[in-house]
């Protein structure tokens, strides 16, 4: 039996449909926050796409989408597009178009689950901006659930290339794990030697249910850099609570400075002991 899928099968991915409600008690992956907001069949997710790169590329901003991030989408769109067509078409279609529409199709999903993440997760997107980018509309729950009050614990575990490993805990638990009635917590980053206070400086990165978990840079980013990251708790209807102390590496030197003042290699004197960031 062949390891292809058929244009029109759906993947293993889509058969899943996730709730909210499976989100909030912690049976949700990392990169599905609601039920699947991805049609099934492939020829519909081709379209998905061509229809979240126009909406949310016009507005990236407001989404809370960065220029890269949106870049990252569109070269993935532009080569499913081009691969569909090729597959598509009788006298260009072969065995090996046929894998990279498939590959294509997988690659676009990766960047679209990364993304929708993130918006999901930025204060300010209505109901409207999330229909009009073909992401589906979480239900409101009877019960009330408050906003995180207290902050997590962000410390560096190492890193590899440009990505850092990053865990995050929260302080009043004497085992992992996340505060009552929190379902996610949302991961932010900075580039530079000196941290904004102001957290509206910070980059979303994406949002999480784990508590160990990576954090990719830019590739491109040269040597000696410094980058931050830091972490806030997110109830199941997307409302942030206050930041965590950020926690420092620095690329040149494998440098780590984590929250709780601890370090993970030898440091140049960085002290972020009395640095705090409002919520």
Do not use: H
């Amino acid at each position: 039996m062949s390891g292809t899928m058929r244009a029109d099968e759906p993947t293993p991915m889509q058969t899943i449909a996730c709730s909210s409600r499976a989100m909030f008690e912690g049976r949700e992956t990392e990169t599905e926050m609601s039920k699947s907001y991805m049609p099934a069949r492939a020829s519909e997710q081709v379209e998905w796409a061509e229809n979240f790169a126009a909406n949310v590329g016009a507005n990236a901003a407001r989404y809370g989408i960065s220029v890269g991030q949106m870049e990252a989408f569109n070269v993935a769109n532009t080569a499913l597009q081009d691969a569909w067509e090729v597959s598509q078409n009788a006298a260009t279609r072969t065995r090996g178009s046929v894998v990279a529409r498939d590959n294509a199709l997988k690659a676009m999903r990766a960047e679209a689950r990364r993304l929708v993440s993130i918006i999901r997760g930025t204060p300010g997107v209505t109901d409207q901006m999330l229909v009009d980018a073909g992401i589906t509309v979480p239900k409101q729950t009877r019960t009330p659930i408050p906003v995180p009050t207290s902050a997590p614990t962000v410390a560096v575990l190492g890193a590899r290339g440009r990505t850092v490993n990053i865990r995050i805990t929260d302080p009043s638990r004497v085992r992992r794990g996340k505060p009552t009635g929190t379902g996610v917590a949302a991961v932010l980053t900075y580039v530079g030697e000196i941290p904004p206070v102001d957290p509206s400086a910070w980059t979303l990165a994406f949002v999480t249910t784990r508590t160990t978990t990576e954090v990719q840079f830019d590739f491109d980013l040269p040597a000696g850099s410094g980058v931050w990251v830091a972490a806030a708790w997110q109830n199941p209807r997307m409302e942030r609570g206050p930041l965590s102390d950020p926690a420092y590496y620095n690329f040149g030197g494998d440098v780590a400075v984590n929250t709780e003042g601890s370090t993970a290699a030898n440091t140049a004197g960085t002290d972020t002991s009395d640095l705090k960031i409002a919520a």
